[in-house]
């Protein structure tokens, strides 16, 4: 039986091995100039492969944790072990090859795809696939050539890119079997194009709205201003235009000249709307009053107007830009004043009014931003929205509408959290959907 896998990602590579462990005949179509492009610089080049811990997907959450029950997490470590990639569990139960290094993963991968003769066809896009009576006809453009595992990861010198190289010729190709699992629309510069919704819609497959997820938030900059670079611990809350929460999320915020990101912010771009707006509680940064995980945001706490008096009462000849010193950075404490209504910096603290002391405790407990999008798929990690799950059987990933026809990864309508979850779904599906064949 040959099997033809369209995309050369982690959902892929990983049915490429469980296919040929099959006995198999494995082809890897891959668009770019090298597969596991992307995995090569997830997390920081560090590679954060699984999460131990409970499960966050969001679209089709249902359908999310029946995949991992067939390939649950001691299945997919046993699958890395095998790999000889020895993990290390960090916090909030990130995985991570031991060498802390993605290099590390794509070798192993490579490797072990070599040993079982997974062919990757590079610089090949995949532009439409009919069913026939014995199996699929698979329509492409080929930019590449044929190479083999222990090759396909090596530095291309340019890369290969079908759709505009004039020298590219189309091949018809055939296979029993096929499994689409070219990702999604997000970080198109690491190879995912969007191109897999248009190769299942034309089988009957429906796709719901899709949107970027885990990036950046935009806001108005003059807001933000003198902020870039700064990182802070806080509570944030995404709320639409009528005040109604639409999700909320606790970590790191870093600051850019427009924009939010740090985990916490990109956890939150799969929800934002028009009119939305962020609501920065910055009492976790300072352990002061209610720190509590989870605690709602945007609530006044008299504890932390008793800090900010007691720091008041002690610099009391100091100017105001000093207040919060030793809190916070000096940017985030001008930008914090700023907020509080405090504009003449210099005047001495004693000659505040006692409201300027209420509203920077009020500025502390919960800065409001307004929300204008999203850096957009160009700079988004993943892609929220999909193929819909439902239309494939979780425990073999094949369509429900055709025999033969499989889908795996980011293609699907579900996404996850940072920290490994989304990764965890592409392994885990690519796998379920490699070994179906046998």
Same mark, same amino acid.
């Given at each position: 039986m040959?099997t033809?896998?369209?995309? /050369? ?13 099959? /006995? ?5 179509? &891959? ?8 995995? /090569?610089? *997830? ?9 131990? @811990?409970?499960?966050?997907?969001? @679209?089709?959450?249902? !359908? ?12 997919l470590? %046993?699958? !890395? ?5 020895p ?13 802390l ?5 794509? =070798? ?10 997974? +062919?990757?066809?590079?610089?090949t896009?995949?532009?439409?696939i ?5 199996? !699929?006809? +698979?329509?492409? $453009?080929?930019? #590449?050539?044929?190479?083999?595992? &222990? ?7 340019? &890369? ?35 191109? /897999? ?6 089988? #009957?497959?429906?796709? *719901?709205?899709?949107?970027?997820a ?5 806001? =108005? ?15 944030? %809350?995404?709320?639409?235009g ?20 740090? +985990?916490?912010? $990109? ?24 720190? *509590? ?5 945007d ?21 105001a830009?000093?207040?919060l ?16 209504? +405090? ?7 004693? %000659? ?9 405790a ?8 307004p929300? %204008? ?9 993943v892609t ?8 494939? =059987?979780?425990? *073999? ?15 699907? =309508? ?9 990764? $965890? ?14």
């Amino acid at each position: 039986m040959t099997t033809a896998i369209i995309g /050369g990602g982690a959902a892929g590579v990983a049915a490429a091995l469980a296919a040929a462990q099959q /006995g198999q005949q494995v082809l890897v179509l &891959e668009r770019g100039a090298k597969p596991l492009k992307k995995l /090569g610089v *997830t997390g920081n080049g560090r590679a954060n492969v699984l999460n131990s @811990g409970s499960p966050a997907y969001y @679209g089709d959450t249902a !359908f999310a944790q029946a995949v991992l029950r067939h390939m649950d997490y001691p299945a997919l470590v %046993t699958f !890395f072990q095998h790999l000889g990639v020895p993990l290390r569990t960090e916090i909030e139960g990130r995985v991570y090859p031991a060498a802390l290094l993605a290099s590390v993963v794509v =070798d192993a991968l490579l490797l072990r795809a070599q040993q079982l003769g997974v +062919i990757f066809q590079c610089g090949t896009k995949v532009e439409r696939i009919q069913k026939t009576a014995d199996g !699929f006809a +698979i329509h492409a $453009m080929r930019a #590449g050539v044929t190479v083999p595992a &222990e090759q396909s990861g090596k530095r291309a010198k340019k &890369e290969t890119n079908p759709a505009t190289d004039a020298a590219a010729k189309p091949v018809l190709l055939h296979a029993q079997r096929v499994i689409i699992a070219c990702g999604g629309a997000a970080a198109p510069a690491h190879g995912t194009d969007g191109s /897999g919704y248009a190769l299942l819609t034309a089988f #009957g497959h429906t796709c *719901t709205p899709l949107k970027p997820a885990l990036c950046a938030l935009l806001t =108005d900059k003059r807001r933000i201003a003198g902020l870039s670079g700064q990182r802070v611990r806080a509570r944030l %809350t995404l709320s639409a235009g009528n005040g109604q929460r639409l999700h909320a999320t606790e970590g790191e915020a870093l600051f850019g000249d427009d924009a939010i990101s740090g +985990i916490a912010a $990109m956890q939150l771009a799969r929800f934002v709307a028009d009119g939305a707006r962020l609501t920065l509680d910055l009492r976790p940064a300072v352990c002061w009053g209610n720190d *509590t995980p989870g605690a709602a945001a945007d609530v006044p706490d008299s504890s932390v107007l008793s800090q900010v008096a007691a720091l008041a009462a002690m610099r009391g000849q100091c100017s105001a830009a000093t207040l919060l010193t030793g809190a916070f950075t000096t940017p985030v404490a001008r930008f914090l004043c700023r907020e509080a209504g +405090i504009p003449a910096l210099a005047a001495p603290i004693h %000659t505040l009014p006692k409201t300027a002391l209420a509203n920077l405790a009020d500025a502390v407990c919960g800065v409001r931003l307004p929300i %204008t999008g999203t850096r957009g798929f160009t700079h988004a990690q993943v892609t929220a929205g999909g193929i819909t799950a439902a239309e494939f =059987d979780p425990a *073999t990933l094949e369509s429900k509408l055709c025999k033969g026809l499989y889908a795996a990864g980011e293609v699907l =309508d579900v996404d996850g959290d940072c920290g490994g979850f989304n990764l $965890m779904f592409a392994f885990a599906s690519g796998l379920l959907a490699g070994r179906a064949g046998r």
